[in-house]
């Protein structure tokens, strides 16, 4: 019985793989046909060879997925593909989402948490060594430029629009799989396609995301040219253009420029987060005028009264002012609204003991021993107040490269009081032990 099973399993393999072959050898014959006559000295002359040969290549782009589309459930999907075999099922965590991969002879698709397909990637394309959307591009663009009368216009539109819109879900999938550089390379041939003058559809949105991604692929020069044709088409993201347009200008080296539009993206749109938080980053690390980056921290904090580390920050630039309570006040905030927030522990702590070092090194010329108590009693106050926040931290701490810098704190002040009870001396030995 199990031989009579596994021979029909056999068979079905092979009747399925021969239907797909006998499809994919019609689609094969239909553009040698179509592309022969591209090559013919007349024929070549008309619109409509051109046009049909785009629909050959294009028909073979679109067969794998053939009544597939993005949405469509598991279960949708194999009463589509009821006549194709899958070879093997996974599961892979991209970007911190998990998908379910199911592998057929010439795609992957790629479902998500839901159930429905997000994606796909074709692994054996009917037209291999050739990018198919481009060539379709190509053989519409010269039907176009044949068609002066224009009776081929409506193929040409469809068509061009069949391109724009696969070279978007070939951008989103490549995208989501991490693969910035091809994502950007694919969304500006969408933006190509869309705006051929046969069609005339100028997206600024898809123009937007071949900067966007071109700045994740860290190809500044890129992100920065379209990002200004981004400004130059009036398309700003609500400030997002002038704060990626910043930060590509300050990658590649050109720190003014950057602050320079900043600024400019500030004036226009003051209420923008994105610009607030990049001028912030930018005068902090360029030393400018301080009161100048409160401003910034003030109006960001307005917009965006749970973000604790707009509340750090503005403690980091009051602690550098010599404002020491009114850092700590903003610390105490910043773990207020949000009680896991590490780095208002830590540079809560790292205050505490900043306070301390300055209060020992100032003791160390004091000359007058009642003075000088009383500045030991202080250092050794702003050290047990620095307990707390650094334990905390500890507790908190996930970065494998800041812990020890958190032990070392811990170590270093239970030293110092470790003989004023066996409490700290435990606990000196603890982070001790931790370092050796």
Known sequence: MKKILTAALMLLMVSQL???????????????????????????????????????????????????????????????????????????????????????????????????????????????DMDMLDEAYNAYDKAAELDTRGSSKADIQEGLTFIANNYINDAMAAYTLGKYADASVKFEKSFVAASHPALNVVDTTIVYYVGLTALMDQDYSRAVKFFEKCLEMDYYSAGDTYANLAEAYKQLGNVEKGKELLSQGFTEFPDSQSILVALINAYLESNDDPNKVLEFIQRAQQNEPNNPSLFYAEGNVQKNLGNFEEAISLYEKSIEVDSSFFFGYFQMGQAYYDKAVEIQTAASDELDDNKYMEMVKELDTMLLKAIAPFEKSFELVQDEEIRPVVIEYLKNIYFRLRTSSPEYEAAYNKYNDMLQ
């Open 18 to 128: 021969g239907a797909q072959s006998r499809e994919v050898e019609t689609l094969l014959k239909d553009f040698e046909k179509n592309k022969e006559k591209t090559e013919h000295e007349k024929r070549s002359t008309r619109p409509a060879t051109w046009i049909d040969y785009a629909k050959a290549v294009t028909n073979a782009y679109s067969y794998p997925t053939n009544n597939l589309w993005v949405g469509l459930s598991s279960l949708e999907s194999k009463v589509v593909l009821k006549d194709q075999r899958v070879l093997s099922t996974e599961y892979q965590t991209i970007q911190g989402e998990q998908y379910e991969v199911v592998k057929y002879q010439d795609k992957d698709l790629y479902y998500n948490a839901d159930g429905k397909l997000s994606f796909w990637i074709i692994t054996e394309p009917v037209l291999k």
